[in-house]
Nanobody
Framework: DVQLQASGGGLVQAGGSLRLSCAAS????????IGWFRQAPGKEREGVSC????????ANADFVKGRFTISSDHAKNTVYLQMYSLKPEDTAVYYC?????????????????????WGEGTQVTVSS
């Protein structure tokens, strides 16, 4: 079975940094796009960033505004989300997910229904 394991969350002060990791197994990495989503208490899950494994193309939500960088290490089948200048409103459970690659990935990457595989979330808490 496809497995995704997210890690790297924690407690950090506002302005700090964290790097989340998503380790993927049991599927051909290059056939998928890997996305990061987050869900804050009482709010809907929202897309944060996505990387197309085949060519490294990326897409980001507007609120990222250059603060977050998504990258991948094919040798390790791992996707990273480097987060800088964290704000209290970034507090959420962060999830990684995989979707089959396609020509419209840059449009539909933000749609939760497009993702067939999800990992367990990792909690990010940013204190003010």
């Amino acid at each position: 079975d496809v497995q995704l394991q997210a890690s790297g969350g924690g407690l950090v002060q506002a302005g700090g940094s964290l790097r989340l990791s998503c380790a993927a197994s049991e599927f051909t990495f290059d056939d998928y796009a890997i996305g990061w989503f987050r869900q804050a208490p009482g709010k809907e899950r929202e897309g944060v960033s996505c990387i197309r494994s085949s060519d490294g193309s990326t897409a980001n939500a507007d609120f990222v505004k250059g603060r977050f960088t998504i990258s991948s290490d094919h040798a390790k089948n791992t996707v990273y989300l480097q987060m800088y200048s964290l704000k209290p409103e970034d507090t959420a459970v962060y999830y990684c997910a995989a979707k089959k690659d396609g020509s419209t990935w840059y449009i539909d990457w933000i749609l939760i229904r497009e993702y067939g595989y999800w990992g367990e979330g990792t909690q990010v808490t940013v204190s003010s």
